[in-house]
T-cell receptor, first 111, second 111 residues
């Protein structure tokens, strides 16, 4: 089975811009979760989608949003980018067995 | 607040040594505990532990969970330089499909 894929792998944006990241889960997995990884804060949960519905949300501002499509692919959007949003954004997919498998991540740099 | 603490934060050993990595947790609704290995990319799944006292094993790696004392250990025997990585412990929160991560243990294996 193909693993979780994320696009793009690298992004450089300017403060104030917005960005959209994409994640395709493992075939058959319906749950997609997003995480932010930074050297200072480690891995932090952003949100989780299942069957096109956001089921859970972490403690991030409203500038961070997402959605899931009927084929389980998910997108994450960050508006009005700040320098502190520079991070590795990881997507993970899971089936009903709860193990979460991570994609390669999108490295976002905000200048 | 849900919390996962790993120790040590950093460990340097020689090839062939055996290492034990620790993970303790305080969470409101525990579902499972997961271990991941992260090199210069996304975390790769190692184990998921749900029941106390049942050892999970994969080659030279093994892990066990103690739900009474709220901790888990990851053992690596006969370490190799390829084991050098950050090892992450995470707790899956029941009902939230959210992983709460520890800070990670940076393991370095010297030849």
């Amino acid at each position: 089975k193909a693993g979780v894929t994320q696009t793009p792998r690298y992004l450089i944006k300017t403060r104030g811009q917005q960005v959209t990241l994409s994640c395709s889960p493992i075939s058959g997995h319906r749950s997609v979760s997003w995480y932010q990884q930074t050297p200072g804060q480690g891995l932090q949960f952003l949100f989780e989608y299942f069957s096109e519905t956001q089921r859970n949300k972490g403690n991030f501002p409203g500038r961070f949003s997402g959605r899931q499509f009927s084929n389980s692919r998910s997108e994450m959007n960050v508006s009005t980018l700040e320098l502190g949003d520079s991070a590795l954004y990881l997507c993970a997919s899971s089936s009903t067995h709860y193990e979460q498998y991570f994609g390669p991540g999108t490295r976002l740099t905000v200048t | 607040e849900d919390k996962v603490v790993q120790s040590p934060l950093s460990l340097v050993v020689h090839e062939g040594d055996t290492v034990t990595l620790n993970c303790s947790y305080e969470v409101t609704n525990f579902r499972s505990l997961l271990w991941y290995k992260q090199e210069k990319k996304a975390p790769t799944f190692l184990f998921m532990l749900t029941s106390s006292g049942i050892e999970k094993k994969s080659g030279r790696l093994s892990s066990i969970l103690d739900k009474k004392e709220l901790f888990s250990i990851l053992n690596i025997t006969a370490t190799q330089t390829g084991d050098s990585a950050i090892y992450l412990c995470a707790v899956l929160i029941q009902g939230a499909q959210k992983l709460v991560f520890g800070q990670g243990t940076r393991l370095t294996i010297n030849p």
